[in-house]
């Protein structure tokens, strides 16, 4: 591409050239460094599930194009400085480009981060699509347009490029969309943050309107002034964003651990015995009709033995107390994916998942061990033992388990006590619904 380059008033670099050039380089490197750092944020949330990572995809693309804005600003101040004007001026489109679009991907990204409205995928398409088509006019040379030719004009370090009619109208279209974005961000800052956060929220916004009317109008030439200030004033407001953005993250993170406390205290007010801490009998009887025939395992039925004698000897309250030392023992000795309850008065119900032999023996023989270690405030000289009985689940019913883990719980006492007995595989003869309810109010 042949490009015409005027140099009026060319006189190398000045002192202030190379202190301004330093500081665009670094906020090139400090835009450059928080895309990295919010592409990684993004990707932690993607990893998690969570819904805010598509306010975050809007920010990597607004961190996106005020990088190759803010980089394209101090390659053509490099430029200059070097003496080499030549080719500057694509690397000036994509300037105005990424302008355009940064500030449409600021419009989705406040419209993100607003819980209470709904954006459809259409309305963020319908913005961006309208971007792109605006920053593709850069790109087209024509009087009535942004760009009239391919000439540009130097004037000391500055750059001017041959604007067209319709330059005016973009650099004003640009600054009232600014102008909404600012607006939105900085009532988001003042809900999500703190009052100081909101104060250097609001001074942000401003000093990068009032940066981006200056440049604007000294790109018009309205304005002589030798050094653009956007491109520091977009990097403060890029790291202010990432902060505000950080703020309300953190925010939504507290309120949802806030709302999950309160969710599992109501859960456990719904599904948690109140005396022993253990799941209820329905919250059981829920997960295990959830399971359905694909229940594997079984069901270890575990009874206090002379209770009503501790109870009637000693009171209740040292009753409930050993009903509070029994299920912390309980619950000690489970492994992940056990469900422990209490299935009512001194009985106690486990579901065991992919529970062996070898496994069964190993955790009663725990269970008996530990129960013996029990020592009652008001009753020291109780003698502490609980009678067990396993069923394996085989039946493809497990209330059919459960009442052969009673049984065999029932077979533990009249043993002896202190003991496990397993269930065979088939409900005994004798095992009717009157021989079990005779069996239950024989237990002590």
Excluded at 185 to 191: G, H, Q
Excluded at 245 to 254: D, F, G, I, P
Excluded at 268 to 280: I, P
Excluded at 306 to 314: A, H, Q, S, T
């Amino acid at each position: 591409m042949n490009q015409d380059v005027i140099f009026d008033g060319f006189n190398g670099v000045s002192r202030l050239d190379l202190w301004v050039l330093c500081l665009k380089i670094t906020a090139t490197g400090i835009t450059t460094t928080l895309l990295i750092l919010l592409a990684v944020f993004t990707l932690s949330l993607r990893k998690h599930g969570q819904s805010e990572r598509w306010a975050a995809y809007h920010f990597i693309l607004a961190s996106l194009f005020a990088t190759l804005y803010i980089g394209g600003d101090t390659m053509v101040r490099i430029s200059v400085a070097m003496g080499d004007a030549q080719e500057v001026l694509i690397t000036y489109r994509l300037i105005l480009s990424a302008i355009v679009l940064s500030v449409a991907a600021y419009i989705n990204l406040s419209w993100a981060l607003e819980p209470e409205r709904t954006v459809f995928r259409g309305a963020i398409l319908a913005v961006y699509g309208g971007t792109v088509a605006v920053a593709a006019l850069v790109w087209v040379n024509h009087p009535a347009l942004i760009i009239a030719s391919d000439a540009i004009t130097v004037k000391g370090s500055a750059v001017y490029a041959d604007y067209g009619a319709g330059a005016p109208v973009f650099f004003a279209l640009c600054l009232t969309l600014f102008a909404v974005v600012c607006l939105r961000l900085t009532r988001l800052a003042y809900r999500v943050g703190s009052a100081m956060a909101w104060r250097l929220t609001v001074l942000a916004v401003v000093v990068l309107f009032a940066t981006g009317v200056h440049d604007a109008l000294r790109e018009l030439e309205i304005v002589s002034s030798p050094v653009g200030l956007l491109s520091l004033a977009y990097a403060c407001f890029q790291v202010g964003a990432f902060g505000v953005l950080a703020m309300h993250y953190s925010r939504t993170l507290q309120d949802r651990q806030h709302q999950n406390r309160k969710l599992r205290r109501l859960t456990d007010a719904v599904t948690r015995d109140a005396n022993s801490g253990l799941f209820t009998r329905g919250h059981l009887e829920n997960s295990l009709n959830q399971l359905g025939t694909a229940a594997r395992g079984g069901l270890l039925f575990i009874d206090l033995d002379r209770f009503k004698m501790i109870n009637d000897r000693f009171g209740h309250s040292c009753g409930d107390e050993l009903i509070r030392a029994v299920a912390d023992r309980i619950r000690s000795n489970m492994r992940d994916g056990d469900i422990p309850c209490r299935w009512g008065g001194d009985e106690f119900v486990v579901y065991l998942p992919g529970t062996d032999f070898e496994m069964l023996q190993a955790l009663t023989h725990r269970l008996q061990q530990t129960f013996r270690t029990i020592a009652l405030a008001n009753a020291a000289d109780a003698e502490i033992s609980v009678s067990m009985g396993f069923a394996e689940l085989s039946d493809g019913d497990w209330h059919l388990t459960l009442e052969r883990a009673d049984q065999a719980m029932y077979h533990a006492k009249h043993a002896g006590r202190d003991r496990l007995v397993i269930a065979p595989q088939q409900m005994p003869a004798d095992s009717t619904p009157a021989a079990r309810r005779s069996a239950l109010a024989a237990r002590g």
